[in-house]
């Protein structure tokens, strides 16, 4: 446990003894060495998506090693900074925000050898950039392990830019810099002029982007910013803290036998298409906006389980087309929209179920402060702060929770939460109260 009054000494033995179980973890298990060089395995050995991973998952004793690590780890940076300059660097995030959407913008990345360094100016000409700007550029990215400099005037990969050659990390990359960051300086500006404000087209990427419109309406005319969006958010669901293989996990979704699943805004059907593989009884309709169910349909077209998944066009603000299904499933949905808007959405799903049917919610339930460490917190404020900027709305606590819940129709009734492990989402599982 970390907290202000940890003492320098106290943080440095946190950081020898939880980094001693996680080398110990690794060499027992025959794992790769962590390492950021350009060729190292991407993801903590036994996470990463389920398509590459290929170590066993890690156990909660590797996984409290590593959030003790990173706790501890950050504090003794601090301490050993100083609060001057500690604050210092918390101030200047943007440059890293800023410069990282240059090297996405002009593809830069993608210009440099995956097997070997490149000069900075053959840099610049191939990528058609200032050769000094880029440099200076590059040379501050480095500062931090977003590549490096191999040799005087040379720059090559680390395993960090290396990434940005996978293209859903790349779109992730893409959205934060282009979409998140475009609205965080406006957030003042915005507070002033929209107190209070639940309206979804008044968050500060709105003022930013010089519209009136919901983003999602907005992207229906921007295929391609539509098409990054859909990148990130399969990359988010493979990454460790909002992996999909959790929520399979947290539910018994055989248990539905043959039953009917509703993917409402359920994007090109990823969530859907894991569930299929291990509920294979269960058939599923993916609901979403028209230009995402045609995307979908093309995207999902060779996808082996997708005579069981079906996509229709449906707008959650209006009422559900499907009664009575075994589940509706709402995977980032509600952390979308303010009260006003998650409550019409969940009042019409209220209207279509049945006596036995459920609403699954999957989202970030916040703990009191202090529950989880300060990484993972800090990893689900993360969250609410890009619902703040993007959209206007917010995480919700579990009192959040029940509210909406009544809000939206007073016979719901919030039947269990399971929190994932060594995650910030949950599970929520929403039920019609049976009247007597
Ligand atoms: C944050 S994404 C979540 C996607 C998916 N459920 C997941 O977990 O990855 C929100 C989805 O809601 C869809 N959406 C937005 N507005 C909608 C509306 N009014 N009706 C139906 N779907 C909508 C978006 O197109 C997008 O696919």
């Known amino acids: 446990m970390v907290d202000l009054k940890t003492s320098l000494l106290e943080l440095a033995q946190q950081v020898l003894a939880s980094s001693k179980i996680i080398s110990d973890h690794l060499e027992k298990n025959s794992l790769p060495p962590l390492s950021l060089v350009a060729d190292a ?13 290929v170590f066993p998952r890690l156990d909660e004793n590797i996984r409290n090693a590593r959030t003790q690590l990173r706790d501890a780890a950050v504090a003794l940076q601090q301490l050993a900074a100083g609060p001057a300059e500690a604050a210092w660097d918390f101030m200047t995030g943007h440059f890293t925000s800023a410069t990282l959407q240059y090297v996405y913008h002009f593809h830069i990345a993608e210009h440099v050898p995956v ?26 990215m480095a500062t931090q392990n977003f590549f490096q400099q191999t040799r005087p005037g040379y720059i090559g990969h680390t395993a960090m830019s290396k990434l940005l050659l996978v293209p859903d990390f790349r779109d992730t990359v893409g959205y934060v810099t282009e979409e998140s960051f475009s609205g965080a300086p406006r957030l003042s500006e915005n507070a002033e002029k929209y107190p209070g404000s639940q309206e979804k087209n008044q968050a500060p990427w709105h003022l930013a982007n010089n519209t009136d419109l919901p983003i999602f309406e907005y992207f229906e005319d921007q295929p391609a910013r539509m098409g990054r969006f859909m990148g990130c958010m399969r990359a988010l669901a493979s990454a460790e803290s909002y992996s999909i293989k959790n929520m399979i996990e947290a539910f018994d979704w055989q248990s539905l036998g043959n039953g009917v699943v509703v993917d409402v805004g359920g994007s090109f059907g990823h969530c859907s298409s894991q569930i299929a593989e291990s509920a294979p009884g269960l058939k599923f309709i993916v609901q979403d906006l028209q230009k995402v169910v045609n995307q979908a349909e093309k995207e999902r077209a060779n996808d082996k389980n997708i005579d069981r ?16 299904a075994d589940v509706y499933l709402l995977r980032f949905i509600c952390h979308d929209y303010s009260d006003k808007y998650a409550s019409q959405i969940l009042g019409h799903l209220a ?43 917010l995480e919700r606590d579990e009192d959040g929770w029940q509210s909406l819940l009544k809000q939206a129709d007073p016979r719901l009734e919030l039947r269990s939460v399971k929190k994932i492990p060594g995650n910030i989402l949950a599970v929520l599982e929403v039920g019609l109260r049976h009247s007597n």
């Open 41 to 53: 395995y991407p993801f903590f050995p036994g996470t990463g998506p389920l398509d590459v991973d």
């Open 115 to 140: 097997d070997k360094d490149i000069s900075y100016k053959e840099l610049a000409d191939t990528a058609g950039v200032d050769q000094s700007q880029c440099t200076r550029i590059l040379k501050f």
């Open 309 to 324: 998944i079906k996509f229709q066009a449906h707008n959650f603000f209006t009422p559900q087309p499907v009664k009575e």
């Open 351 to 393: 209207a279509a179920m049945g006596p036995e049917s459920r609403i699954i919610i999957v989202d970030s339930v916040l703990p009191e402060v202090g529950v989880l460490s300060k990484f993972e917190e800090q990893r689900a404020r993360i969250l609410d702060m890009e619902m703040m900027m993007t959209y206007n709305s």
